[in-house]
């Protein structure tokens, strides 16, 4: 199917005041146009079923200036699922437009542009898209980041094993085209946006060993060396560490005032919005624009639909003043009743990772002060059963490092003064070591990593029923409690796994938190109720929220010793996390069950009736009860940068310094959760 070609000429005349005086054209031009991902007169090939096409911003219009004379920096807004990323595909000229001149780009076909750069006419080219939707391959090409999980800890360097500085010239192809080889960068530029980035120590660094946040801000810095006219970030601020986020947010605005480039980004209504936007585009469920317009406007008229996650500060950005009192600088010495006697479940004694000459985590001494003697190399860490612990620290710091050693897919883990369930991993006399295959079978584990390798193709219930094998293609051990298991987690997170649900079986019920009952529409497991869904639909299928939280599940369904969950909650809706961290906290526990309905979606005309089904007494009459939150046998490690994002029973906390300062990690206790309170989470950062 041919995509419509994009109109590129429009008068370059306005009207101002019943008098024409010549204007600088916008970039892009759409007027009363609806989007097509197919043509929506092709029908599917004989025997196969039409795939799914409706109608994308059915009637839209709206206009990106070249030169405004007033600023204008745009921020699309939407829940996950919404089409946020779908919205700026069409600003780049995808999708099919009807009708097909309501779409055209006026400045691109001028003469400026054709004396500053032929190729910028295309609008594949003029706008570059940087998303972070947890693409395999990471960057350079899909060779780069290795072929399995543990290739990035390795310190054997490959012919693909490109640095940072490859990558950001061009040079990632073992056989580059000649139009390649001249594609270097001006230095100077180079060197510059390397800077503004907080690059400088990562250039000679493969791009493989490179952390989640380092990735990303990898990856901003190669679309601005482009030269784009329009820079599209798709959720830039996701996974990113304070000080960055501190220091990102002035660097865009700079760019978005000098229109080099001019910037449209992409947000979900709970992420912290920069307050150099101007004005907003926010999407409903359905692919529409619901209102567009400058943000006092569109934010009046949304009426508290967006969260309570701040706004990033522009050049003037102001921290909070906080008194940072001793706990910060050492654990307490306080030992909870009975901590002698839980058992350890991970014990680091000296721990220091190394590639070469560079330490990547464990370079620093670590004890009391003012006493040398207990003075230590390295990292000494304990985790025992019922442990809640928050891992911080800024992008590069080791924390992914860390989990990997706990995971054993750090190939030093072996060499390590590490121990696991009381085991090393190398066989002591008289003591066997213990096996990868234990360690799994004993942790439920969620990143970003495991998203990226994880398989596209396996099914909605095989994903979950995956915490039962030993690899990600190998065959699950099932029985008859683990299959309810899976059953009842895909009900109870039916609306966030099914983007189609045809039938909802809702279950009312309350959770006991911190004294007070909370509300909230729960799915429970009722006999019959249909599941196909999970069998026909794939985890490639699903939106980006939704996989995040299959992959949550797959990390606690199995009730391991030992949950950990690196940046688990980053990407998914705030009243999905929020589902998702009550479901690893409180489980099904309920104190009461009024009715149970069912809601026919099917029909039209009756999707908004209710079937009475009965009356119920308690979840434990009813017999469902298969989750009751983290118990106190399970330790949980939580990784994030956002306070949001930490569940409310973490305690335990340990921030670890950036990469080669020899600084020492700090650590402490927590009264409270970090949730909601600033104070708390700006003591650990050290924001003063």
Not at 524 to 539: H, I, K, N, P, S
Not at 573 to 601: A, I, P, W
Request: charged share 25%.
């Amino acid at each position: 199917m041919r995509r419509s070609s994009p109109s590129l000429f429009r008068s370059p005349y306005v009207c101002l005041n019943g008098v024409h005086t010549p204007s600088r054209p916008p970039i892009v031009q759409i007027e009363n146009a609806t989007f097509y991902r197919h043509h929506p007169s092709s029908g599917p090939a004989g025997g196969q079923n039409a795939p799914a096409n409706p109608p994308l911003f059915p009637g839209l219009t709206f206009s990106l200036p070249s030169f405004p004379s007033e600023p204008q920096h745009w921020c699309v807004l939407g829940p996950s699922g919404s089409g946020k990323v779908t919205f700026l595909e069409v600003l780049r000229g995808r999708h099919l437009c009807f009708p097909p001149g309501a779409r055209s780009y006026p400045y691109l076909a001028s003469d400026e542009i054709a004396a500053k750069n032929h190729r910028l006419r295309i609008p594949a080219r003029a706008f570059q898209y940087v998303g972070f939707s947890g693409e395999r391959g990471g960057l350079g090409g899909p060779g780069t980041r290795g072929a399995y999980l543990s290739a990035r800890y390795e310190s054997r360097r490959e012919e693909t094993d490109f640095s940072l500085l490859d990558y950001l010239k061009g040079h990632t192809e073992l056989n580059p085209a000649e139009e390649e080889k001249g594609r270097d960068k001006i230095d100077g530029m180079l060197e510059k946006v390397i800077k503004d980035l907080r690059l400088e120590e990562l250039i000679e660094m493969p791009v493989s060993n490179l952390s989640n946040g380092q990735t990303r801000r990898a990856r901003i810095a190669k679309a601005l060396l482009d030269q784009p006219e329009v820079l599209l970030l798709d959720e830039p601020f996701m996974g990113l560490d304070p000080p960055t986020l501190i220091t990102l947010s002035p660097l865009l605005h700079r760019l978005a005032v000098a229109n080099a480039p001019r910037l449209v980004l992409s947000l979900r209504p709970q992420d912290p919005m920069p307050e150099w936007i101007t004005h907003l585009v926010y999407l409903d469920q359905e692919c529409r624009v619901a209102h567009q317009g400058s943000k006092n406007d569109v934010l009046s008229r949304l009426n508290g639909k967006i969260g309570s996650a701040g706004v990033l500060a522009g050049e003037n950005a102001t921290k909070l003043p906080v008194k940072t009192p001793g706990m910060t600088r050492k654990r307490s010495e306080k030992v909870a009743d009975g901590d002698a006697q839980r058992e350890v479940l991970v014990k680091m004694e000296g721990v220091r990772v190394k590639y070469g000459d560079k330490t990547v985590l464990g370079n620093w001494t670590q004890g009391s002060e003012g006493k040398r003697s207990l003075m230590k190399h390295g990292l000494w860490w304990t985790v025992r059963r019922g442990d809640r612990w928050g891992i911080f620290g800024p992008n590069g710091s080791g924390k992914t490092t860390l989990l990997s050693l706990i995971c054993s897919d750090h190939p030093q883990a072996y060499a390590l003064p590490l121990e696991l369930f009381g085991q090393s991993r190398l066989p002591k006399p008289g003591c066997r070591g213990i096996s990868i295959f234990d360690i799994q079978a004993r942790i439920g584990h969620s990143s970003p990593e495991i998203h990226a390798f994880f398989p596209r193709h396996l099914s909605v219930r095989q994903t979950l029923e995956n915490a039962w094998a030993e690899t990600f293609l190998g065959k699950a051990e099932l029985n008859n409690n683990r299959d309810r298991d899976v059953d009842t987690c895909l009900r109870w997170f039916h609306a966030e796994l099914n983007p189609r649900p045809e039938q909802t079986i809702i279950f009312p019920y309350g959770v006991e938190r911190e004294g007070s009952l909370s509300l909230e529409s729960g799915y429970e497991q009722v006999e019959g109720a249909d599941l196909d869904w999970a069998d026909e639909l794939r985890f490639g299928e699903l939106s980006f929220s939704a996989q995040r939280v299959a992959l949550f599940l797959r990390a606690i369904i199995k009730k391991p010793d030992l949950v950990i969950l690196d940046e688990a909650f980053s990407g998914m809706d705030s009243h999905v996390r929020d589902r998702c961290m009550r479901f690893l906290e409180h489980g099904q526990r309920s104190s009461g069950v009024k009715n149970l309905y069912t809601t026919n979606k099917t029909n039209p005309k009756t999707s908004h009736t209710f079937e009475k089904l009965g009356t119920l007494g308690t979840v434990e009459t009813f017999n469902k009860l298969r989750f009751s939150g983290l118990s106190h046998d399970q330790a949980l490690i939580c990784v994030s940068h956002v306070k949001e994002e930490v569940p409310a029973s973490v305690r335990e906390w340990m921030c670890l310094p950036e990469a080669n300062t020899g600084a020492r990690p700090r650590s402490g206790r927590l009264r409270g959760p970090l949730q909601g309170n600033t104070k708390r989470w700006n003591i650990i950062w050290e924001l003063n």
